[in-house]
């Protein structure tokens, strides 16, 4: 009886360490400087670690994280009213969930929420009235966002595992989105201007590649991709420029270059292994094509002003070219 009663005693004294040596492994570091500044701060589980920095007036940082075997979050910022939330929920054995978060100005706010193991989420926003969302649901994603200026938008959604997605924007009221599933897909975005959107779809499949790249004022990026190995760039210099591109299928390849002003082009393919590309240098080109089957190539240049072009091509192996340079 007596032997039984000291192992009782026993077990109840190594459960009571463990417990403290888990609650010691938590840390956290608070630095405010300024008036009416609130940071929050809850770790449940083990070697957390969570630093929070505010200088200036009015704003807020809330950190959480729930059930993590190894993370860490940072949150700075420095202006007045801004406000940052950050979350890490779930579990792992041994990779790392980190969040980093980093503002400039006034009246900023970026909120990011991770969950399983292993995922990178970076946002840094620098002047007014911007807004960052990050969204990370699966393992070893990376999301990046790096706004400056005044009142831009910026969500990134990554559903899957091993994706990436990098939004960088420069100028005032742009706009930009990015959502990912599956595995090891990538995404893209640089915006230069004012009044710009671009949104990426990445779907079911793997292995596809998105670019947007917008300089002007007013343009809009479109790109959605569902299958495996396609790959969509798009690049728009100018002002009131509209592109969209679609892929359904595997190996398919999309290119847009418009230089110029009021341009439109739109690209669909469904298929295997099709390829088309469409420049448009000057102002008001309408450009189209379309590719239903596999193995099929579109390439279109349009030159001087006011061009239209239109491209079908249902089959396989089939090609089609159109070059225009004066009205």
């Not at 679609?246 to 099709?274: F, K, P």
Request: proline share 0%.
């Amino acid at each position: 009886m007596t032997h039984i009663i000291t192992r009782s005693l026993l077990l109840a004294t190594l459960c009571v360490a463990a417990q403290t040596v888990q609650a010691q492994e938590n840390t956290s570091a608070v630095s405010q400087i300024g008036n009416d500044n609130l940071t929050t701060v809850t770790q449940v589980g083990y070697l957390n670690q969570a630093s929070a920095e505010q200088v200036g007036n009015h704003n807020s940082i809330e950190q959480l994280q729930s059930g993590q075997i190894s993370s860490t979050v940072q949150a700075s910022q420095k202006g007045n009213s801004n406000a940052i939330t950050q979350q890490q929920l779930g579990s792992g054995a041994d990779l790392v969930n980190r969040l980093q978060a980093t503002q400039t100005g006034n009246e900023n706010k970026i909120d990011q929420v991770q969950k399983v193991v292993g995922n990178l989420g970076v946002a840094t926003q620098t002047g007014n009235n911007n807004e960052a969302i990050q969204f990370q649901f699966g393992r070893a994603n990376e999301a990046t966002t790096e706004q400056t200026g005044n009142q831009n938008y910026s969500e990134q959604r990554q559903l899957g595992n091993f994706n990436v997605a990098t939004i960088s924007t420069t100028g005032n009221n742009n706009g930009a989105y990015q959502e990912q599933h599956d595995l090891s897909n990538r995404a893209s975005i640089t915006q230069l201007g004012n009044g710009n959107l671009s949104a990426q779809y990445q779907a079911l499949g793997s292995s596809n590649k998105a670019d947007i790249y917008q300089e002007g004022n007013n343009n809009l990026g479109l790109q959605s991709q569902e299958g495996s190995d396609n790959i969509a760039s798009l690049r728009q210099v100018g002002n009131a420029n509209a592109s969209l591109q679609v892929q359904l299928g595997s190996g398919n390849e999309a290119s847009t270059d418009q230089e110029g002003n009021g341009n439109l082009a739109l690209q669909y393919q469904e298929g295997i292994a099709n390829a088309a590309t469409i420049d448009q240098d000057g102002n008001n080109h309408v450009a189209a094509q379309v590719q239903l089957g596999d193995f099929n190539t579109a390439q279109v240049w349009q030159g001087s002003n006011g061009q239209t072009s239109s491209i079908l091509q249902a089959g396989n192996n089939n090609t089609a070219t159109v070059h225009q340079d004066h009205p």
